[in-house]
């Protein structure tokens, strides 16, 4: 007698979804933003990304990454994400970033994984510059963010929906006034 564990309908349907690997590396270190962003925190281990460069950028609270040859970026891993939690990230990073495909070394273990991660596109911004600081964003801009962060997944999906990058504008020119 088969189970229903078994049955085509559920093991299929368990195939239908992929799991990705995504390196990050700025505000999305921070747990509450990722919770805001993904409705949950994915488990998650600490990795470090060789032949990149993390940059502040002027005018902006969150960083970019760039390859730049030996150096590296410590960050973390979010582990099982789903495709649509893939297309939520991808929305998020918005134009300012374009999603590569990486190997990542887990800190803990030194294991190799392949990931998504999202690399600044202007190769040449002459706006990068100097090392971001996960701990002075946290202290100086992480309730600023995360109040920025979820007013976009608010708006999500709907009549009024506008990129990140103008949500992020915006938000940041009403703080400012």
């Known amino acids: ?5 078994s049955s085509p309908s559920v093991i299929s349907s368990n195939h239908h979804q992929n799991l990705h690997s995504v390196f990050v590396y700025g ?35 969150y960083p970019a990454i760039l390859p730049v040859e030996n150096t590296k970026v410590a960050g973390r891993v979010l582990l099982d994400i789903s495709d649509s939690e893939l297309d939520t990230l991808d929305i998020f990073e918005d134009e300012e970033y374009e999603r590569s495909t990486v190997d ?17 596109v202007n190769k040449n911004d002459p706006n990068l510059y100097g090392e971001w600081n996960f701990e002075e964003w946290k202290r100086l801009h992480k309730n600023d963010f995360l109040k920025m962060t979820s007013g976009f997944v608010e708006e999500l999906g709907g009549p009024e929906s506008k990129p990140r990058v103008a949500t992020y504008e915006s938000f940041y020119q009403k703080a400012q006034e």
Do not use: C, E
């Open 1 to 5: 007698m088969a189970t229903s564990a």
């Open 27 to 61: 505000s999305l270190l921070a747990d509450d933003v990722v919770k805001a962003l993904l409705n949950r925190v994915p488990q998650n281990s600490p990795a470090i990304l060789d032949n990149f460069k993390r940059f502040s950028i002027k005018g902006r609270v």
């Open 104 to 120: 990542v070394s887990l800190t803990h273990t030194s294991k190799k994984v392949r990931s998504y991660t999202y690399v600044w």
